[in-house]
């Protein structure tokens, strides 16, 4: 593998699992020095363990709660502490909240907006500035196939901070044109992960047809790809291109019956 990462340092959001853990097992392989971080800190050090010495990268493990309003400025200021200075960020971490949106309460949905909105943003605002500075830097935000479709109930959330990464990706692709600094929203759809085991999903996702599942390591390298040829969208896998293709083409009332219907 081509080792295009070394002398520089990629921050992973959400490390712990899934789409997160397959980009720091991919970003290692590629050279680059990370930072990973999420809330469960033993998982992160194994992982840190597994990664130095399979890679002979170096691992800083960072933990943090993201969905806590002070943990973004937090983290930045732990990176500034220690100079590290961030090439690449996967902001990734993520969860999803099951039910309809009057039956939460406002406090689950308030983290979920700080989790999955305001924390990218606040952490790509830290990091921005110095990416452009040097003139190198690298920024994927994990979002969704729920973003390019119509909203679906009981995912009432979900797709809408989806469909903001994705305006918020292509608005700061144009923005950073000429700088070096590409931005990427990687838009998978369903993914072998813990995502539905902790959404509390599990049992509903089961029986969806088994050629819409993705492997995340698979997912992470097209995102991965993607993002070095600076392409602002990456939707990994045949399947869910021509589901994307299909719902433009739709009238936006027929597409949202078909995802109301689901």
Request: proline letters at 4%; a positive charge.
């Amino acid at each position: 593998m081509i080792r295009d990462g070394a002398g520089k340092t990629a921050l992973v959001t959400g490390a712990s699992a899934g789409i997160g853990m397959a980009f720091a097992r991919i970003l290692a392989g590629r050279g680059f020095d990370l930072v990973i971080t999420a809330r469960r800190t033993e998982r992160l050090k194994h992982l840190a363990s597994e990664l130095e010495s399979q890679s002979g990268v170096r691992v800083h493990v960072l933990p943090a709660d993201l969905a806590r309003p002070d943990a973004a400025r937090q983290l930045v200021q732990s990176l500034e502490q220690q100079q590290i200075a961030v090439d690449m960020l996967i902001n990734n971490a993520g969860f999803g909240i099951a039910g309809r949106y009057r039956d939460i309460s406002w406090d689950s949905h308030s983290e979920f907006i700080q989790l999955m909105v305001t924390a990218p943003c606040e952490l790509t605002r830290h990091l921005l500035p110095e990416m452009t500075h040097r003139g190198y830097g690298r920024v994927v935000h994990v979002s969704s196939v729920a973003g390019l479709i119509p909203g679906a109930a009981s995912s009432t959330l979900y797709g809408a901070s989806k469909a903001f990464l994705i305006s918020f990706s292509q608005a700061l692709h144009s923005e950073q044109r000429g700088t070096g600094v590409h931005v990427s929203a990687l838009c998978p759809g369903y993914t072998h992960t813990e995502f539905h085991e902790v959404s509390g999903t599990r049992q509903r996702m089961n029986r969806m047809p088994r050629f819409l599942w993705l492997d995340a390591a698979r997912v992470v390298e097209e995102g991965y790809r993607a993002v070095m040829r600076n392409q602002p969208i990456c939707v990994p896998g045949l399947q869910y291109k021509a589901i994307v293709s299909l719902s433009r083409l739709l009238p936006m009332g027929v597409a949202h019956r078909l995802v109301s219907s689901r």
